[in-house]
């Protein structure tokens, strides 16, 4: 199994440009989510999915969108990037999601918005 | 709301030293509680959890006991290698169900010197 795989590994955008951060798992979880870290902030959840066709929004949600089509793909689209999301993206996924589930990263993406 | 507080470091440590890194929660209910590591350039993993109050979690040395009547889940390792530098993470995952993730401290940057 690779796990969940995400690309680009690094990205540099400019203000303004829209980009998609891929995110991929083969372990055929339920449960996918993307978080962002910041320098002294932890990690913070942006999106989540408890299964293909459901999304909703986690704590800062703005300025991103996301779709599940299958149970493998969990997409991260920026509408218009800013340079307050430059930062370090991870996709994570677990079997469904509850609060005893062991989540899964990805090795993550690097974003720098100009 | 839910939080999640733990000591930032950096924590510089030598070789075969004594760890402990300090981690206290704020949560309804009876949320579940983990440690994930964070090695250079990876993304996180799964270190160990605790599913309910005096249950202990271990894992490659490391220990940590869920605490309800402190609210704390501190990690301890008895003698440290440079192996275990690293940011560590503490964090919870809600009570009550629902599947909108992990809430994580800010992290530890652990550095073990030889």
């Known amino acids: 199994n690779a796990g969940v795989t995400q690309t680009p590994k690094f990205q540099v955008l400019k203000t303004g440009q829209s980009m998609t951060l891929q995110c991929a798992q083969d372990?055929?979880?339920?449960?996918m989510s993307w978080y962002r870290q910041d320098p002294g902030m932890g990690l913070r959840l942006i999106h989540y999915?408890?299964?293909?066709?459901?999304?909703d929004q986690g704590e800062v949600p703005n300025g991103y969108n996301v779709s599940r089509s299958t149970t493998e793909d969990f997409p991260l689209r920026l509408l218009s990037a800013a340079p307050s999301q430059t930062s370090v993206y991870f996709c994570?996924?677990?079997?469904?999601?509850?609060?005893?589930?062991?989540?899964?990263f990805g090795p993550g993406t690097r974003l720098t918005v100009l | 709301g839910n939080s999640v507080t733990q000591m930032e470091g950096p924590v510089t440590l030598s070789e075969e030293a004594f760890l402990t890194i300090n981690c206290t929660y704020t949560a309804t209910g009876y949320p579940s509680l983990f440690w994930y590591v964070q090695y250079p350039g990876e993304g996180l993993q799964l270190l160990l959890k605790?599913?309910?109050?005096?249950d202990k979690g271990s894992n490659k040395g490391f220990e940590a006991t869920y605490r309800k009547e402190t609210t704390s889940f501190h990690l301890e390792k008895g003698s440290v290698q440079v192996s275990d530098s690293a940011v560590y993470f503490c964090a919870l995952g809600k009570s009550g169900g629902g599947a909108d993730g992990l809430t994580f401290g800010k992290g530890t940057h652990l550095i073990i010197q030889p």
């Open positions: 605790a599913t309910k109050a005096d």
């Open positions: 999915s408890v299964g293909a066709g459901i999304t």
């Open positions: 994570a996924s677990s079997l469904a999601g509850g609060i005893t589930d062991t989540q899964y």
């Open positions: 372990m055929n979880h339920e449960y």
